[in-house]
């Protein structure tokens, strides 16, 4: 009566970590990888997708194809294509990501951003001006000038 389909390309599945979990190390995967637990010290390698969970704590670098970031990164992250921090993600450190790069409102990211590369992350610093004092000062550059 119900007919069985076979798909080519399997749906891949991911490895759970869960939160009861602590790693001090290397953790790789070729797959895609939902982690929920706590990296006291180490790195983080996933080829695929690797999604870190609202309780993850993570303290070391982190590689993976495509991130999605809802816990707390304190250490580098590159990423080969895309990458997204939710509204309860936190990364202090530094980021390459190859493609889109998002974050939701709520979510936050403290260090530099090099979106040109991947697998360096880029050391020189620039000097932003926001709007706002560029307005004032060419505002006050008119007033001498009168």
């Keep these: 009566m119900f007919q069985t389909i076979q798909r080519d390309d399997p749906i891949p599945q991911a490895t759970t970590i869960g939160k009861q979990v602590k790693i001090s190390g290397t953790l ?9 637990g706590t990296l006291e010290k180490g790195t983080i390698n996933i080829a ?8 993850a704590m993570i303290k070391g670098e982190v590689q993976a194809g495509k991130l999605i970031v ?9 990423v080969k294509e ?13 980021i390459s990501v190859h493609g889109k790069f998002t974050i939701t409102k709520g979510g936050t990211f403290n260090g530099k951003c090099d979106m040109g590369g991947i697998g360096t992350i880029n050391t020189t610093t620039s000097i932003v001006t926001p709007i706002s004092k560029r307005i004032s000062l060419r505002e006050k550059k008119e007033v001498f000038e009168s």
Excluded: C, K, Y
């Design 70 to 78: 809802n816990g707390l990164v304190e250490g580098n992250v590159i």
């Design 28 to 36: 790789a995967s070729d797959g895609n990888v939902i982690f929920d």
């Design 82 to 94: 895309d990458m997204e921090i939710g509204a309860t993600g936190r990364i202090n450190g530094d």
């Design 48 to 55: 695929g997708e690797l999604t870190i969970g609202n309780s």
